[in-house]
């Protein structure tokens, strides 16, 4: 066989093994890793004698493990991807206590594909952090993934500077210990969790073996796009039957795909889309009004010791209580922050008309239109704003966010060509583009979008945030490109 035909072999029995889809393009890079992992075995590294080895009947552990360590990329950090930790920490939760407490005080959460374990140890951070009544409970936080170096550097649970770039200072010393150069997670975090391998593409689950029975909530991101199509439908419908009636699966918003999910009901959150086990779909999703706190902020702040102001012309002491000072005004994020979503509208209206337009006002404000449910209203009074006011690309992209949960396909595409002309590099307008003719059967015009991000993405950093994606990475949304590409 020529060298292609190697590889082609190769990469067929890598998604046997694995599920792991590599395409022509990027047979480079797998031979690259693959030979990695041979090295590591102290094996014969030519593609012939590769081949060989993957051909066995079956590998052992030693050398599964190693190549699935060399073939699955595990990047990620703490408290990503903000709108599913809202969903996770405002409704989910809450909503399995008022159900369960003083009957079944039980929950079980699944982090599939863990990684490192940033997401398992940010559940069990919100966990602690929101909710002292479940200590009482039997709560499960099973964490698994097919790299066994991955499980063992989140068992470890030390962590560079890079993975806390969305956590907050508090959280982080709070739970965090600063060792020489780095940070180890509390003990009392690990033992919430519990660590084990597993491969998604093999049919083991769900079982009470590997304890993925009446699960509560599966998180699975940025895992998926790195399968086979056929794969990722039969990955589906093992979480759907792992879930009890009525929980939860949260994939990546960039990896939405209603082919692969459609046996799941579709629910619209805060600008997000997720997917619940459901017989009839439900209402609208809403935050409590009661909820103050921002996911990763603690509950509560020490209150300020009473202070006496003294006069710069008479000395005299004067009390606090005495001295009249006119309150600071309420900012929308504030109002939003509580819940009091019309007072954060009429806020932003009121900033808006004095000249006040900006992407953050223009985001709480499109949030508190779709907490209410008030889309008519929220798609009218946008259109004013961004069409009479000189309006970004990322403004265009949000309500063009908004336009497409109502499945308003027109005026989405409308409003993202929009953004396209304002920034002919605008990354996520190229990608939900992309998606939006993917949906409409548009081949070729989904490929040239795609193709343009991994066109503007080439010369970035890999691992610099894009604005707006949630804490994205440049790297994590070409991989996605080049995967859906493959796919096509």
């Not at 951070?125 to 698994?144: G, K, R, S, Y």
């Not at 935050?287 to 012309?313: A, D, F, G, W, Y």
């Not at 009390?319 to 806020?347: H, L």
């Not at 009479?388 to 396909?409: F, K, P, R, V, W």
Request: with cysteine; glycine share 4%.
């Amino acid at each position: 066989m020529t060298k292609e035909e190697f590889l082609y072999e190769i990469s067929e029995k890598i998604v046997g093994l694995l599920g792991l889809d590599f395409q022509p393009n990027q047979w480079p890079d797998m031979e690259r890793r693959v030979i990695a992992a041979a090295n590591d075995l102290k094996l014969n590294t030519s593609v012939d004698a590769i081949y060989e080895w993957l051909s066995k009947s079956q590998l052992t552990t030693i050398e599964l493990n190693t190549i699935s360590s060399h073939l699955t990329i595990n990047e990620t950090y703490f408290f990503r991807e903000t709108t599913a930790l809202e969903l996770f920490t405002h409704i989910i939760v809450p909503s399995l206590i008022n159900e369960r407490r003083g009957k079944n005080e039980r929950i079980k959460i699944w982090s599939a594909g863990c990684s490192s374990g940033e997401e398992p140890y940010t559940l069990a951070m919100i966990l602690n952090e929101h909710f002292p009544e479940l200590a009482n409970w039997d709560v499960t936080i099973l964490a698994t993934d097919i790299s066994p170096n991955a499980i063992q550097k989140a068992l470890h649970g030390e962590y560079t500077d890079w993975s806390f770039r969305n956590t907050d200072n508090n959280i982080k010393n709070k739970y965090f210990t600063a060792t020489a150069k780095n940070w180890k997670i509390s003990s009392k975090l690990k033992k919430m969790i519990s660590f084990s391998y597993l491969n998604l593409s093999k049919n083991s689950y769900p079982s009470s073996v590997t304890n993925t029975e009446q699960v509560d909530v599966i998180f699975c991101r940025n895992v998926m796009m790195y399968f086979t199509p056929q794969i990722i439908k039969e990955v589906s419908a093992r979480f759907k039957d792992s879930l009890v009636e009525n929980g939860w699966f949260i994939t990546s918003q960039v990896e939405l795909n209603d082919d692969y999910f459609s046996n799941f009901e579709r629910v619209n959150y805060q600008n997000g889309i997720f997917y619940q086990k459901a017989n009839k779909p439900k209402e609208p999703l809403r935050l409590k009004q009661n909820i103050q706190s921002s996911v990763v902020r603690t509950l509560t702040t020490k209150e300020k010791p009473k202070r006496e102001l003294v006069s710069t012309l008479t000395k005299k002491v004067v009390p606090v209580s005495e001295i009249r000072v006119q309150p600071a005004p309420i900012s929308p994020e504030t109002y939003f922050q509580r819940g009091e979503y019309k007072n954060c509208i009429e806020c932003c209206l009121k900033n808006i008309s004095q000249g006040g337009l900006n992407i953050k006002l223009f985001t709480v404000l499109i949030k508190s239109y779709a907490n209410l449910g008030m889309f008519h209203d929220c798609q009218k009074e946008l259109s004013r704003i961004i069409n009479s006011n000189e309006a970004t690309a990322d403004m265009y992209y949000i309500y063009a966010s908004l336009l497409n949960e109502q499945n308003d396909l027109t005026l989405t595409e409308l409003n993202l060509k929009k953004a396209i002309y304002l920034n002919h590099n605008h990354i996520l307008s190229h990608l939900m583009l992309g998606d939006i003719f993917m949906k409409t059967n548009k081949r070729n015009l989904a490929i040239k979008h795609y193709e343009n991000i991994i066109r503007i993405t080439t010369d970035i950093n890999e691992n610099e945030i894009v604005p707006q994606s949630d804490g994205l990475t440049v790297g994590r949304i070409k991989e996605l490109s080049e995967s859906i590409i493959r796919k096509l």
